[in-house]
């Protein structure tokens, strides 16, 4: 018995917009005149380039990358709301989509209107959205809004509304463009709820979102892209493992930055694994050893050497000093080396930052300090959510 076919299947789809090019000086009458008489320059940006993916039935797909990297347009086109300039997209059932903030709303019928408008549109007859109506009235908590104007609602009430609509009219296929980011923390974990008996249900779903979190835990499977093409797709901790490789290259580059007295200076650092090997990319569960040059033109007296590791966002995970450890140093001067072991990496799998620093032990000289200025990934062979791994232990015992 043969595969059943994709529920969502694009092939070869590119995109191109034709963009308006302005001459720098040009007055407003001037481009104007270029425009009436056709002389606009214009130029080609293909936001998508020969992208193909294919989603089952049931599946739930995340579409990650940076700003400008096609997920949008990807959405827009499977929702058809536009059309691909060449490749084919072929979709089977129903599809409710959240593309952006007020999208299929009329900003001056009520939250009512809209409901049923809304409906309407996705075929659903009067009687059954209003089987449907006080569900989504309650999903949403508008009952005070709900014969108002949507123009008169907040962006948080207008997201609850949309979403509420979207699930209840019961599609085979839910596509969400980032729009949950707007909602408050209760209520997106109510969508979250939501989503997961939308899953339950055999319900297809595709998501843009740049909460890597929420994603990695919701989806089936990842999709990365990068300058309009998909670059990674499959496992989520794999994926997100290369798009924090992605973040961390511009990261590094961007929030790297080196200062202090300089009356020591840091040299180098090696990153060292367990069979001896410098490495910048490390595996979870393994020992790692971090050899850190420096140079004093002069005798320093109890230096301290620390370090701070953070995800490439820019949240801190740890951060340890000698002075801290209670590991005395009582001078330094000239060339040398201070080794920092680790006898587990416990950081999961993702891009990381680690800064290094000396300075005095009352904390009033930093001698210098190199911030977010070695990147590394760390790779990982089981699936855990967050940024480090406890170890734990499952037990079950009988009931008193």
Same mark, same amino acid.
């Given at each position: 018995m043969s595969a059943p076919p994709p529920i969502i299947e694009v092939c070869?789809?590119?995109?191109?917009?034709?963009?308006?090019?302005?001459?720098?000086?040009?007055?407003?009458?001037?481009?104007?005149?270029?425009?009436?008489?056709?002389?606009?320059?214009?130029?080609?940006?293909?936001?998508?380039?020969?992208?193909?993916?294919?989603?089952?039935?049931?599946e739930t797909v995340g579409i990650i990358g940076s700003n400008?990297?096609?997920?949008?347009?990807?959405?827009?086109?499977?929702?058809?709301?536009?059309?691909p300039t060449s490749g084919t997209i072929a979709t089977r059932g129903k599809i409710s989509s959240l593309l952006e903030l007020g999208a299929g709303f009329h900003p001056d019928l009520t939250g009512r209107e809209n409901v049923f408008l809304y409906g309407a549109i996705m075929g659903l007859s009067h009687r059954q959205m209003?089987?449907?109506f006080d569900q989504i009235v309650a999903f949403a908590e508008l009952a005070d809004w709900i014969d108002e104007p949507v123009k008169h609602y907040s962006s948080g009430m207008y997201v609850r509304l949309a979403f509420s609509v979207a699930v209840e009219v019961d599609p085979d296929i839910l596509i969400i463009d980032e729009v949950l980011a707007v909602g408050d923390a209760a209520f997106q974990r109510k969508c979250i709820a939501r989503i997961d008996a939308f899953k339950k249900a055999g319900k297809t779903l595709l998501v843009v979102s740049h909460d890597l979190n929420t994603i990695h835990t919701i989806s089936d499977q990842l999709v990365l892209m990068e300058k309009g093409q998909i670059i990674a797709a499959g496992d989520p901790d794999a994926v997100v493992a290369e798009y924090q490789w992605l973040s961390r290259e511009?990261?590094?580059?961007?929030?790297?930055?080196?200062?202090? @007295?300089?009356?020591?200076? #840091?040299?180098? *650092? $090696?990153?060292?694994?367990?069979?001896?090997?410098?490495?910048?990319?490390?595996?979870?569960?393994k020992p790692l050893r971090i050899r850190i040059d420096y140079e004093a033109a002069n005798r320093i007296e109890s230096p301290v050497f620390g370090f701070a590791v953070q995800t490439t966002s820019g949240s801190l995970i740890y951060g340890n000093n000698t002075q801290i450890e209670g590991f005395d140093i009582p001078f330094i001067e000239g060339e040398g080396t201070i080794t920092l072991d680790f006898e587990k990496v416990e950081l999961l799998a993702g891009a990381y930052l680690?800064?290094?620093?000396?300075?005095?032990?009352?904390?009033? @000289?930093?001698?210098?300090? #190199?911030?977010? *200025? $070695?990147?590394?990934?760390?790779?990982?062979d089981k699936r855990y959510e967050g940024v480090c791994h406890m170890p734990v232990r499952w037990s079950v015992g009988k009931g008193k």
């Open positions: 070869d789809v590119s995109k191109r917009f034709r963009l308006q090019q302005q001459r720098g000086e040009s007055t407003i009458k001037a481009l104007v005149v270029d425009a009436l008489r056709g002389h606009g320059k214009t130029r080609d940006f293909w936001a998508l380039r020969d992208v193909s993916l294919a989603v089952q039935q049931g400008g990297a096609g997920k949008s347009t990807l959405l827009s086109l499977i929702s058809q709301t536009s059309q209003e089987e449907r511009s990261a590094s580059t961007a929030e790297a930055k080196e200062w202090g @007295t300089g009356e020591v200076k #840091l040299t180098g *650092a $090696h990153f060292v694994d367990a069979e001896g090997e410098e490495t910048d990319e490390l595996w979870r569960g680690f800064s290094f620093s000396v300075h005095s032990q009352d904390h009033q @000289t930093n001698y210098h300090r #190199l911030d977010n *200025a $070695h990147p590394i990934t760390v790779r990982s």
